[in-house]
T-cell receptor, first 116, second 111 residues
Framework: DTEVTQTPKHLVMGMTNKKSLKCEQHMGHRAMYWYKQKAKKPPELMFV???????INESVPSRFSPECPNSSLLNLHLHALQPEDSALYLC???????????????FGSGTRLTVV | DAKTTQPNSMESNEEEPVHLPCNHSTISGTDYIHWYRQLPSQGPEYVIHGLTSNVNNRMASLAIAEDRKSSTLILHRATLRDAAVYYCILKRYNQGGKLIFGQGTELSVKP
């Protein structure tokens, strides 16, 4: 299995809703990432997990809450989002540790989120 | 963050080679040069990466300048399926291996 699977593919939520995005990989990768991508813009890094621990938070608002329950699974919990949070949310994984610098990332196809 | 500079867009004809340039004058000795591409409505896809030497794989070749301040992604025979945004990225060892995307080059391929 060489894929990163993201669910759901599309999500529409109200500003008072709570929802979660899910990301799964079975490649034995120990680093996992969340990116946010607005239309016609490059992906922006949000969070990095290394060996199931949060290692980087790029000053993301607390209405986005990441979770890494195990080495294969990454969640992004959403609460009280704003319409401007509408975007494509991408998950990625890579080898962990110092060896990670000589490997590429594998990205999922993303969840297209619309906040109404 | 490490900065790369790429042309906003490029055009190519089908079955011809394509050379996508990237400048990274602030590169440090431990930075890896990564290239990804993103097709419409898909996540980015890893293309190739290198440190100092030129690299080849089934998708493309990467030519790295001797001073490492620039690199070129080479698609040997462009196909219509190669139309995408191509990102040149420096992966910094001292920033936990973060992959920070620049603006990228939008490649269009004419039949």
């Amino acid at each position: 299995d060489t894929e990163v699977t993201q669910t759901p593919k599309h999500l529409v939520m109200g500003m008072t809703n709570k929802k979660s995005l899910k990301c799964e990989q079975h490649m034995g990768h120990r680093a996992m990432y969340w990116y946010k991508q607005k239309a016609k813009k490059p992906p922006e890094l949000m969070f990095v997990y290394s060996y199931e621990k949060l290692s980087i938070n790029e000053s993301v608002p607390s209405r986005f809450s990441p979770e890494c329950p195990n080495s294969s699974l990454l969640n992004l919990h959403l609460h009280a989002l704003q319409p401007e949070d509408s975007a494509l949310y991408l998950c990625a994984s890579s080898q962990g540790g110092k060896g990670a610098f000589d490997y590429g990332y594998t990205f999922g196809s993303g969840t297209r989120l619309t906040v109404v | 963050d490490a900065k790369t500079t790429q042309p906003n867009s490029m055009e190519s004809n089908e079955e011809e080679p394509v050379h996508l340039p990237c400048n990274h004058s602030t590169i440090s000795g431990t930075d890896y040069i990564h290239w990804y591409r993103q097709l419409p409505s898909q996540g980015p896809e890893y293309v190739i990466h290198g440190l100092t030497s030129n690299v080849n794989n089934r998708m493309a070749s990467l030519a790295i300048a001797e001073d490492r301040k620039s690199s070129t992604l080479i698609l040997h025979r462009a196909t219509l399926r190669d139309a995408a945004v191509y990102y040149c990225i420096l992966k910094r060892y001292n920033q936990g291996g973060k992959l920070i995307f620049g603006q990228g080059t939008e490649l269009s391929v004419k039949p």
